[in-house]
Structures are given as structure tokens and as C-alpha cells.
């Protein structure tokens, strides 16, 4: 297998959003670049110089669409839709993934290794009525990150130490199950605030602090290196609400690394 760079990566990753924004143009679906790829189109024009991850999000009803239909509409067989639904992936969000790559992230299992990938992940409605919705699905969340990580790698002999203990108990749960009550849960939250004004990424983070409004998400395109993608028109308020001063980089010794190893097959 051929060793893949940083830059190999991106450009691969390029080519899967081309094929996702081609299919949503053909058939009506909306995206948004998300989360640090939204930060990088707006802040350095594409990617951020130190991440190797493309993340977009979609409404829930959008994300079923896709969903449902990407694997029959896309326009070569190099691209799939892989999801926990049909043991293509344990993951309990969709990634549309390179079939002719493969990456091992250090932290998790080799049994979790997909293509190079985009992350998809649905946004539901909420309100405050579903918040014991969340707890539950923060302690799921809990459980399945045991079950999938690899309990030889922690970053520290704390972390070795408390994924010794816990992962024998955990280690043969159904991973597709896992992810199958993750997203049960997010549809639950969805279902049951389907007048709110407000959406929230549960199966990515789930979290309070985070919820966003509807209103933010009117699509515009903006620039990605050469190309450009649809960005939600209230990227400012969504990244002031995930990142903080998102305009500021942060220092160089706090920068997030994702440690994998990517190969073409």
C-alpha cells in the first residue's frame, strides 16, 4: 500500500466534497460546511493549514434524503455513503469515504478503519424539554468510546490505566448497536422539538452550549481553496458559538493533531 501525506489527503477530500456538492445540486440537498472546515473556508480560505478533516452538516430531513439516496445518485462507484445501518461503518453519523484508501487513527480500534472521509452530521431541532434526552445520550456516547478505542494507546498511563480496567467489560458490545441508540436518541430529540427554532448536533457533541438558530442556516457559497461550497449565511454566529474568538489562531503548542496513517488500497 502507498503511504498517503497530509496533502494527499486534502486533495482527496476535495474530491469527495466535489461529489457530494454535485449530488446535492442534482437532487435538491442542502449542505453546509461545518466545524472546522466552515472555520477554515472563512478564516484562511479553505483548509485550516494544521487539519486534515472535512466536516459538513445538514438538517435532519435533508441528512435522511442523503442518506437514503447518495449511494444510488452518486456518479462513480470510488465514493460511498457508509453508515452504521448497514454495517458499513460503526460510526453513528454518516461519511461519505474514498473506497480506494483506508486510514488507521491511533486512538481506535483497527476494526473502526474506513476510507479518507467527509463527515456528515444531521442537525435536530431542540428544546429545553428534550435536555434529559441528551444526559442519555452522553452516557451511551460514554460507553461506545470504550468500546471502539483501542485500550493499548492513552495519551498518558492514567488514560492506559482507566482503559485497562474498563474495556474488558465493554470490548465485545455490538458497535453497530451502539451507534444504532445514539441516533434513536437524536431522532427522539428531533421528534419531540419539531416547532423549535433552534437545532442542535447531537451525534456529534450534544451539547447545551452549542444549539444554534434556524434562521442561521440560509445557504452562501464561500470560497474553499479553488472551489466554493455552501456555507451557512450565519457562519459568524455559528463559529463565535463553537470556537469563541474563532478569528484569533490559536498558538502553535495547542493546535489539535489528528494522529492516523493513511494508504491508498
Not at 472535512?54 to 435533508?62: A, E, G, N, P, S
Not at 463565535?240 to 495547542?254: F, I, K, L
Amino acid at each position: 500500500m502507498e503511504r498517503l501525506t497530509i496533502d494527499d489527503m486534502k486533495s482527496i477530500e476535495l474530491e469527495i466534497m466535489d461529489e457530494i456538492d454535485r449530488v446535492c445540486q442534482a437532487h435538491g440537498v442542502q449542505y453546509f460546511l461545518g466545524y472546522g472546515s466552515l472555520l477554515g473556508a472563512v478564516r484562511h480560505g479553505g483548509f485550516i493549514p494544521w487539519d486534515d478533516d472535512m466536516d459538513i452538516v445538514m438538517m435532519r430531513d435533508q441528512y435522511e434524503l442523503l442518506m437514503d439516496h447518495f449511494n444510488e445518485w452518486r456518479t462513480t462507484d470510488r465514493f460511498k455513503l457508509v453508515s452504521y445501518r448497514d454495517k458499513s461503518s460503526i460510526y453513528q453519523f454518516a461519511k461519505i469515504v474514498d473506497t480506494t484508501t483506508v486510514i488507521y487513527e491511533n486512538f481506535v480500534g483497527k476494526k473502526a478503519a474506513t476510507g479518507v472521509w467527509v463527515d456528515i452530521f444531521p442537525l435536530e431541532r431542540f428544546d429545553k424539554q428534550a435536555e434529559g434526552l441528551l444526559k442519555q445520550h452522553r452516557r451511551v456516547g460514554l460507553l461506545r468510546s470504550f468500546a471502539v478505542t483501542d485500550p493499548s494507546i492513552g495519551t498518558n498511563g492514567f488514560v492506559k490505566l482507566v482503559k485497562r480496567v474498563v474495556c474488558p467489560f465493554v470490548q465485545n458490545l455490538d458497535l453497530f448497536e451502539l451507534a444504532h441508540r445514539l441516533d434513536v436518541i437524536a431522532l427522539r430529540v428531533n421528534d419531540s422539538s419539531h416547532d423549535s427554532d433552534c437545532v442542535i448536533d447531537v451525534l456529534g457533541e450534544g451539547r447545551l452550549d452549542k444549539t444554534y438558530p434556524v434562521s442561521l442556516f440560509s445557504p452562501v457559497h464561500v470560497k474553499f481553496e479553488d472551489r466554493e461550497y455552501y456555507a451557512p449565511a450565519g457562519y459568524e454566529e455559528f463559529l463565535t458559538t463553537e470556537y469563541g474568538d474563532w478569528r484569533t489562531p490559536p498558538a502553535e503548542n495547542v493546535r489539535p493533531v489528528h494522529v492516523m496513517e493513511a494508504y491508498r488500497l
